[in-house]
């Protein structure tokens, strides 16, 4: 029997609209049936009445970059325990990046990745495809096969390719299929042994800096090579005012051109680094104030047009060693929406384009139907309190890793559910 819930007494949000009033969705199944102000006779006879109780309901969040680590990584994370995570931080679709072991770089590969989501997940899960085989940067994959398997889009996760013709190849042949290369823009030639953003902290740390151009040199030549070829081209994670300024321009100019950040790189400096904070080590690193401000501006102004998780789980054997030994990466599935929502508070995006960075726009670089409240879309909702103080609880996460530089941060919201395809995923005690 197909469910119908009705979900009253709502603060709408928006994105496509810009809408951020009150109002109702219904959903039959798993899709909304219908918005708006609609149940002034009373909710359908037989429906499951949801009292929203005045919070906002706004489409699901979308997760472009997520590592779920199964295949071969299961001890850092699985794909029950990193869809949990998701739903418990208001995400409904995930993309799942292809850095495990083995690689997914074969047809084989993603069906195993659908197979097993069917049966672990809770949440929507997208596998997504390397763009060289074994993340090599030599060997192209098959990228319309791996396509038509179900890969919705194709990146070598955190390794950049370093080979311009094999960029040029792979964005030149997935533009015969409308495919989405995914690149993360950071030349190892300049990263050398960095560890952390280079620059006075870095050298009274006594640690080796990465040098901002060290990802601008490598985005101009993307840019360059995606004109060429009229490729579509998504940088992964942007993290400098100067690549800011490289995206704004390429966009000026009306090229495929889009581009994504992580919530650490908007809400944290290199002054987190602190004294040697592990959880603090991410690539690319988090960088200045002035860049940090630049990327916050980026958001505000529509360069930027996706907030991901970057979700890269590690065990404390991972990163209970020196700073310079230690794995790069931080949890993030569940305190995306939460670390969103400064944005808000401190005044910098309204909630409608706060929500559109973590829906409509992964939504439409991937081609998906979600990311908007309106009839006949998927229903795929969250629902949180936009202003309950509270502090972030890594050991309480869901996921298997709590490497979180957020850790013990006071925040204000919090998700209270997560639904997909017209179903609770995940509910607040």
């Known amino acids: 029997m197909t469910k119908t819930v009705a979900y009253t007494n709502a603060r709408l949000i928006d994105p496509v609209s810009g809408t951020d009033g009150p109002g109702d969705v219904l959903t039959i199944g798993d899709t909304i049936a219908d918005v708006g102000r609609l149940f002034g006779d009373g909710t359908p006879e037989d ?43 208001g995400v409904t679709t995930i993309v799942a990046s292809p850095d495990t072991r083995p690689i997914i770089d074969e047809i084989a590969l993603v069906e195993f990745i659908e197979r097993q989501v069917q049966t672990a997940g809770v949440v929507r899960v997208l596998p997504a495809a390397t763009i060289t085989k074994g993340m090599g940067g030599q ?50 030639d ?31 030549r993307d840019i360059r090579i995606a004109e060429v070829t009229g490729g579509r081209y998504h940088a992964a994670s942007i993290s400098t005012a100067e690549s800011v300024e490289v995206i704004r321009r390429a966009k000026d100019k009306g090229l495929k051109v889009t581009c994504g950040v992580a919530p650490y790189h908007f809400a ?9 904070r592990t959880f603090a080590k991410v690539s690319p690193p988090l ?46 599935l569940e305190t995306l929406c939460v670390i969103g929502l400064e944005l808000y508070h401190k005044g910098r995006l309204s909630l409608p384009d706060l929500i559109a960075r973590l829906t409509l726009g992964p939504a439409g670089i991937l081609g998906l139907p979600q990311g908007r409240l309106a009839r006949g879309a998927p229903a795929d909702l969250v629902l949180f309190d936009l202003d309950r103080p509270a502090r972030i609880d890594a050991a309480a996460f869901h996921s298997k890793s709590k490497n979180s530089p957020f850790d013990q941060r006071p925040v204000q919201g919090r998700v209270l559910r997560t639904v997909v395809a017209g179903s609770t995923a995940f509910e607040a005690a």
């Open 47 to 89: 429906s499951t009445v949801v009292d929203c109780g005045g919070h906002c309901l706004s489409p699901g969040l979308i997760d472009m970059m997520a590592t779920l680590g199964e295949p071969g990584r299961e001890h850092k994370e699985t794909i029950a325990t990193g869809t949990r995570a998701a739903a418990a931080g």
């Open 139 to 188: 060997e192209m994959t098959e990228i319309g096969l791996l396509q038509e398997a179900g890969a919705v889009m194709f990146t070598d996760g955190y390794k950049s390719i370093v080979n311009a013709q094999v960029l040029r190849r792979a964005l030149s042949y997935a533009s015969t299929f409308g495919a989405l290369i995914s690149h993360h823009t950071e030349l190892p």
């Open 190 to 220: 300049l990263v050398g042994n960095g560890v952390m953003n280079e620059g006075e902290t870095a050298t009274r740390l006594g640690l080796a800096g990465i040098p901002n151009v060290a990802e601008t040199i490598m985005l101009e």
């Open 268 to 276: 944290l400096n290199e002054n987190e680094v602190g004294h040697y």
């Open 287 to 332: 960088r200045r104030e002035g860049d940090r401000e630049a990327i916050v501006a980026g958001l505000a102004d529509g360069t930027i047009d996706v907030i991901a998780s970057h979700h890269r789980p590690e065990d404390p054997e991972a990163k209970r060693l020196p700073f310079a030994q230690a794995a790069f990466g931080a949890v993030g």
